[in-house]
Each structure stands twice: as C-alpha cells, then as structure tokens.
C-alpha cells in the first residue's frame, strides 16, 4: 500500500500562488505516475496535471496550463504543484493521487490506486 498525504493548502488571493505538497509514503516503488485532481463543491472531481514518477514527462489541463508546475523529488517521496495567478474559480480540494500502472488517459480518477485526503485551497476575489 502507498499512503498520500497533501499539505500547502491554504487562502490566498486572486493573482496569487501557492505550492501544494503530496508525501508518499509506504510501497513507493509500485508507483507508476502521480496526479493532482480537485473538486469544488457540488461538481466532479477535475484532473489538473500528472507528472511520472521517473519524471519523464508531465501532463497538464487546459484549465491551469501555463499557471501551474508540476514537479517530484524522488529522494523525499514528495509531489508538488506549484500554481500561480490563481483564479477564484480555483477554489477547490486539491488530492493528489498515484497509480501503479500505465494508461491511456492518464486525466481520468478511476486509473488512479491511492488518493489523500484532500487540502482545502480557497482563491478571493
């Protein structure tokens, strides 16, 4: 089993940044990839990037491309998602989340094997 914890959450203005952290911990090795999701209240959860666990490659959607980084230490277990120029409309809880095994949609929940338990990000207008 792998255990996800996010942190780096928090408030935050519009036009502001914040980096969320996601430490792994336990069976890393099985990890394949790992991705930040999010969801406000009362809509599905949304892909925001995935990044491999090599850090071969990097994903984005098209809602926070070229706002956002995402980026993995392997000596530290640890994914982060850097985001600038928030929006409001980027409130949400951020999870991240790892998979053990290749897909071809690498954007959609269910293709992912361990989740955290959410950090509360809130952008003001």
């Known amino acids: 089993q792998v255990q996800l914890v996010e942190s780096g959450g928090g408030l935050v203005q519009a036009g502001g940044s914040l980096r969320l952290s996601c430490a792994a911990s336990?069976?890393?090795?099985?990890?394949?990839?790992m991705g930040w999701f999010r969801q406000a209240p009362g809509k599905e959860r949304e892909f925001v990037a995935a990044?491999?666990?090599?850090?071969?490659?990097?994903y984005y959607a098209d809602s926070v491309k070229g706002r956002s980084t995402i980026s993995r230490d392997n000596a530290k277990n640890t994914v982060y998602l850097q985001m600038n120029m928030l929006k409001p409309e980027d409130t949400a809880v951020y999870y991240c989340a790892g998979e053990r095994r290749y897909t071809d949609d690498i954007s959609r929940p269910r293709e992912y094997d361990y989740w955290g338990q959410g950090t509360q990000v809130t952008v003001s207008s």
């Open positions: 336990g069976r890393t090795f099985s990890i394949y990839a």
């Open positions: 990044i491999s666990w090599s850090g071969g490659w990097t």
